[in-house]
């Protein structure tokens, strides 16, 4: 069973000596990495019933991977894992599409799992590795802290489906999938913006 870091927060392995430095997660308008990346209290508390994290709180698919903060312990199957990671690097820009051969898969899970790529088996892990100075951090935000938080983020959002605290609805105005309350008496979950890689952005 692979465990990753205790809070999404802290700072990574160093990837080829070089220092990923974690953002701290207090700028404003991150009013959904309260609820799904960092879980604060304060917006907790109005997004789902329960005051504290109780049993059925906890997200599970498995326990090959284990993400555990705040209360919280999400434990993932290795294919949920997988496939939440490569939807993670997609959504930053890491790369242009989830179409991935096996190596480059079992690389992106190392590096959001432990933080660093010890023996890059892909061309994408080589990638990562070679140019790991310029995409550990761009304009102040972790990779490797982003990878992560996507991972828990999408976890808390199904599950939250899942236990009838949210409902997903189509969303006009952007064209896609959002979530909202039950019953459509409050708005829209505002899911708070994800910094991009699309600059450094791998060609496959």
């Not at 906890?58 to 490569?86: I, K, Q």
Request: net charge negative; charged share 30%; glycine share 6%.
């Amino acid at each position: 069973m692979a465990r990753l870091a205790h809070r999404l927060d802290e700072r990574p392995p160093e990837q080829n000596q070089h220092s990923a430095h974690q953002p701290e997660p207090h700028e404003e308008r991150r009013q959904e990495d309260d609820v799904s990346g960092d879980v604060r209290g304060n917006h907790y508390d109005e997004r789902v019933p329960d005051a504290l994290p109780t049993p059925d709180a906890n997200y599970t698919s498995g326990d090959d991977y284990v993400v555990e903060f705040l209360g919280y312990r999400f434990s993932f199957g290795a294919t949920d894992f997988e496939g939440r990671v490569v939807a993670a690097a997609v959504k930053l820009g890491v790369v242009s599409s989830p179409e991935l051969d096996e190596d480059a898969v079992a690389d992106l899970v190392m590096l959001a799992a432990n933080g660093v790529i010890d023996a890059p088996a892909s061309r994408l892990g080589r990638y990562l590795v070679r140019n790991w100075e310029q995409l550990s951090l761009v304009r102040e935000e972790s990779l490797v802290y982003w990878l992560r938080k996507l991972i828990f983020r999408g976890a808390w959002l199904d599950h939250q489906v899942k236990r009838g605290a949210l409902e997903v609805v189509w969303d006009d105005s952007d064209d896609e999938f959002a979530y909202q309350h039950p019953g459509g008496g409050r708005p829209l979950l505002e899911l708070a913006p994800v910094p991009s890689w699309h600059a450094l952005q791998f060609k496959q």
